[in-house]
């Protein structure tokens, strides 16, 4: 089998967050009864009018800035056709000669290698409407027809169903950042068709295929891995690649034939003589610059960067802006206990905190947050995403990471708390004292507990000792824990634990 290279481009297609669709005044929804979202406008009947929905540009400038676009001085919109089951005017109003986005980019990242994308255009154009098969009948719902839908054409820059797949996920995150789509793949608002070609290195562009309709990033990967073995198959055994169109058969994990691939042409594209061109004004573009806000890669390495977060953990915190957001609050939290110390070392990078009042434990936090808490949020079945909208308040759970590390309360009751405060939306301090929970530091009260212990469990504290005085490491070690279990167990989970086994090595003799 020769070696080949592979030459992978996408168009992702978003639904945009509109109340209203793209050319008339229907509403945008998703899952509304069938037929019940349409009006003459967007049923195409004849002497309608369109009428452009400014949102739908501004978001979709938005997104093209975020990806690095020039925005032209002038962008206009065009006809697109040829014989549409699901459009009833025939034709699509989209954008070809002058789209909203040119020329841009997005970087993607995994395991610290880089690699910039380049983005070819973004533009803006209206959704078609679904087609439900059912046996031998073929439904149409036009609900869909008419959604804003901006579609983003990259350059075959992609050399895998890997980086494909991670453009994808990079891509979701960024408009789902931006707030101008919800990146639901499973309900279509977020697509994807691959174009993918091999070649012998050095020979440039192979035979361009059409993977259609991909919704999983998953999906993606697979298809165009399965495509690219396929294609080297059918060059190795002599033969040319068809151009043609193909759809993923998720059943069969295999690519299979739809159409033979149309070009631009055949579209047969003419400009739109009901909706004007579009002159971007500085308010305008004002406007959409004011949208912008820190995009998921930039949060990640900022975050890996500031707070001496592992990449893992950084991209975990970063795949939802509201988690994102949830961190950084608690992060500012300041401690509410007078005297409490963080261990050297556990203060945030780059920060300055005030005089006896300093911020709690990245480290510590990042663990609540996306163990625990994670945790108690799917039991209660609210997404990561409402993370902003939980009981649980960002200076509260502030106020747990400082309690535990200034040594006022155990892990144990800590952890009983964190439950408590998340269903009722009351603060740690009020919880512990509440139950009574306040970790037990005076080396008075705790040596004598540690005494009372020693007496009940005599026999214990005999054979430790005579482990000590075997070397026998492993056997101490076992009763040393057994008799510190004993000691929390008599102070009901109160006494500081290294405390506590500091005092006990203290008595055996260690």
């Known amino acids: 089998m020769s070696t080949y290279q592979t030459f992978i481009g996408l168009e992702v297609h978003i639904h945009l967050l509109t109340k209203s669709k793209v050319f008339c005044a229907?509403?945008?929804?998703?899952?509304?009864?069938?037929?019940?979202?349409?009006?003459?406008?967007?049923?195409?009947?004849?002497?309608?009018?369109?009428?452009?929905?400014?949102?739908?540009?501004?978001?979709?400038?938005?997104?093209?800035?975020?990806?690095?676009?020039?925005?032209?001085?002038?962008?206009?919109?065009?006809?697109?056709?040829?014989?549409?089951?699901?459009?009833?005017?025939?034709?699509?109003?989209?954008?070809?000669?002058?789209?909203?986005?040119?020329?841009?980019?997005m970087e993607i990242e995994s395991k610290g290698i880089k690699k910039r994308v380049r983005i070819h255009e973004c533009h803006l154009?209206?959704?078609?409407?679904?087609?439900i098969h059912t046996g031998n009948v073929s439904l149409l719902d036009y609900n869909r027809a008419g959604v804003a839908l901006l579609e983003i054409v990259t350059e075959p820059d992609m050399a895998s169903g890997e980086e494909a797949e991670l453009f994808i996920q990079q891509l979701r995150r960024?408009?789902?950042y931006l707030g101008v789509c919800d990146g639901n793949m499973e309900e279509g608002s977020l697509r994807a068709d691959a174009n993918i070609s091999i070649n012998l290195?050095?020979?440039?562009?192979?035979?361009?295929?059409?993977?259609?309709?991909?919704?999983?990033?998953?999906?993606?990967?697979?298809?165009l891995n399965y495509e690219a073995k396929r294609q080297a198959e059918v060059l190795d055994a002599g033969k040319q690649v068809i151009q043609e169109t193909r759809l993923w058969n998720e059943n069969r994990d295999q690519t299979e034939i739809m159409r033979t691939k149309e070009n631009a042409h055949d579209y047969r594209y003419f400009p739109e003589p009901d909706l004007p061109p579009f002159k971007p004004?500085?308010?305008?573009?004002?406007?959409?610059?004011?949208?912008?806000?820190?995009?998921?890669?930039?949060?990640?390495?900022?975050?890996?960067?500031?707070?001496?977060?592992?990449?893992?953990?950084?991209a975990?915190?970063?795949?939802?802006?509201?988690?994102?957001?949830?961190?950084?609050?608690?992060?500012?939290?300041?401690?509410?206990?007078?005297g409490c110390r963080l261990p050297v070392g556990s203060d945030i990078p780059n920060?300055?905190?005030?005089?006896?009042?300093?911020?709690?434990t990245t480290d510590k936090i990042r663990h609540l947050i996306l163990t625990d808490l994670r945790h108690l949020m799917s039991e209660a079945g609210i997404a990561v995403k409402d993370i902003g909208g939980i009981k649980l308040k960002p200076e509260f759970l502030a106020e747990l990471v400082s309690l535990t590390a200034a040594g006022k309360v155990s892990q144990k009751n800590a952890k009983q708390t964190l439950e408590i405060a998340f269903a009722e939306g009351r603060s740690p301090s009020s919880i512990i004292a509440e139950k009574g929970w306040e970790q037990i530091t005076d080396e008075g009260q705790i040596a004598a507990l540690v005494k009372t212990v020693l007496e009940q469990e005599a026999?214990?504290?005999?054979?430790?000792?005579?482990?000590i005085a075997a070397g026998n490491a492993k056997r101490v070690k076992a009763l040393s824990n057994f008799l510190a279990g004993k000691v929390i167990a008599a102070s009901q989970g109160k006494a500081d634990p290294v405390i506590a086994g500091k005092l006990l090595q203290k008595e055996l003799g260690m």
């Open 174 to 176: 960024t408009v789902r």
């Open 125 to 131: 154009e209206e959704d078609a409407g679904k087609m």
């Open 281 to 314: 004004d500085a308010e305008f573009l004002a406007s959409v610059d004011a949208m912008l806000v820190e995009l998921p890669l930039e949060r990640q390495r900022r975050f890996m960067r500031d707070y001496a977060l592992p990449e893992d953990a950084a």
């Open 26 to 105: 229907c509403k945008s929804a998703f899952g509304d009864a069938p037929n019940t979202n349409v009006c003459p406008v967007c049923m195409g009947l004849p002497g309608v009018l369109p009428t452009l929905n400014i949102e739908a540009m501004r978001m979709g400038c938005l997104t093209a800035r975020a990806l690095n676009c020039t925005i032209p001085e002038t962008t206009w919109f065009e006809r697109k056709q040829y014989f549409y089951p699901d459009m009833t005017k025939n034709y699509q109003i989209s954008q070809f000669a002058s789209p909203l986005g040119q020329n841009g980019w």
């Open 316 to 338: 975990a915190l970063c795949e939802e802006k509201a988690l994102a957001d949830y961190f950084e609050l608690v992060v500012d939290g300041r401690l509410p206990v007078a």
């Open 459 to 467: 026999a214990s504290v005999e054979e430790a000792r005579a482990a």
């Open 201 to 223: 290195p050095g020979k440039g562009l192979g035979r361009k295929v059409e993977i259609k309709n991909l919704n999983s990033s998953r999906f993606v990967r697979l298809g």
């Open 351 to 360: 920060t300055k905190p005030e005089t006896g009042n300093q911020k709690p």
